[in-house]
């Protein structure tokens, strides 16, 4: 039995999860306290090297869900705006930097770098915009995470990265700075069919004590304060982001896990399954937004 079917089991054994989240909603989300997003059409990166577009019509398959898809950066505070505004300002730019030099590092037992097959970090184009993708064999749904490690197994005969490792998240942010601009668009028909139907259904299942689900906040409730922070629609065409609390890159499976948690529910692995389907659905949710990578955020 998954967690999913678990947590479904859960629910038909309790009576009160309506009044549990609507108390719950009335204690995380103040009555009345909206904060619309910021009218900026663009986020001028670089005094304009890069216009990337803060607003999307949406796709046909979120249509239902979402009147129009929006960037995180609209809901951020103007500081944590304006850090993203400026490459050299952008904190992040400081571990994408050092993603670019582990590129060009020779590893393993092959002698070889990324550089050795993949030429010059430049040829990454495009990559971040397509992820999570299935595999060359067709019978796994890769987040990028996953390609770096079967190039630095298979073809580097290095050790593979921690999902959440330092390294790995450098190299991760390394690469999506090469798609910067370039609309998201993810396959979500054929094989990986199945992968995004797992990961709509994770979306609107409710975790843990709290009883909420990514809608909960995401689709219901952005455009909120929770707290003190600006519910956003949950987009992952930033990530990996520079998050101000934790001083570092963030990768999407690390947000997962932290999400997972604040509903006091037993979380998934960065990695897992569960959380590279709903990748794949959350990137299907933000089609057309640029990648923005590295984004700032709180």
């Known amino acids: 039995m998954t967690m999913i079917e678990r947590a479904r089991k859960r629910r038909m054994h309790r009576n009160l999860v309506a009044g549990a989240v609507a108390a719950t909603l009335s204690w995380t989300v103040a009555p009345g306290a909206i904060a619309d997003p910021v009218d900026e059409p663009t986020i001028e990166v670089n005094g304009g090297e890069f216009s990337l577009p803060t607003r999307v019509e ?5 249509k239902d869900a979402l009147p129009e898809v929006m960037s995180g950066w609209l809901f951020r505070d103007a500081d944590t705006r304006a850090m993203q505004l400026d490459d050299f300002e952008n904190q992040g730019m400081i571990f994408a930097d050092s993603g670019a030099e582990a590129w060009d590092t020779v590893e393993g037992t092959e002698g070889k770098s990324c550089a050795s097959c993949h030429n010059d970090i430049e040829s990454m184009k495009g990559v971040r915009a397509s992820m999570p993708k299935m595999n060359e064999a067709g019978d ?5 995470e996953n390609f770096i490690n079967d190039c630095r197994v298979n073809r580097m005969g290095a050790e593979e990265w921690a999902w959440n490792s330092q390294p790995m998240k450098n190299m991760t942010a390394a690469i999506s700075v ?3 601009g370039l609309p998201m668009d993810v396959a979500i028909d054929g094989p990986a069919q199945s992968w995004w139907e797992k990961g709509k259904e994770m979306y ?16 219901d409730n952005y455009g909120n304060m929770i707290r003190a922070d600006h519910l956003s629609q949950g987009q992952i065409n930033g990530f990996p982001v520079y998050r101000l609390k934790d001083s570092n890159v963030v990768s999407i499976h690390q947000r997962f896990v932290g999400c997972v948690r604040d509903t006091r529910a037993e979380t998934f692995k960065a990695g897992s399954e569960e959380f ?5 659905y959350l ?13 700032v955020r709180h």
Request: net charge negative; glycine share 8%; charged share 25%.
């Open 58 to 62: 949406p796709a046909d398959h979120v």
């Open 140 to 144: 796994d749904l890769w987040s990028m």
């Open 178 to 180: 090469q798609s910067r």
């Open 204 to 219: 609107y299942t409710r975790f843990g004590q709290l009883e909420m689900s990514c809608a909960n906040c995401h689709e």
């Open 276 to 280: 590279r389907a709903l990748e794949l």
């Open 283 to 295: 990137a299907s949710r933000g089609e057309g937004l640029p990648i923005e990578g590295v984004s």
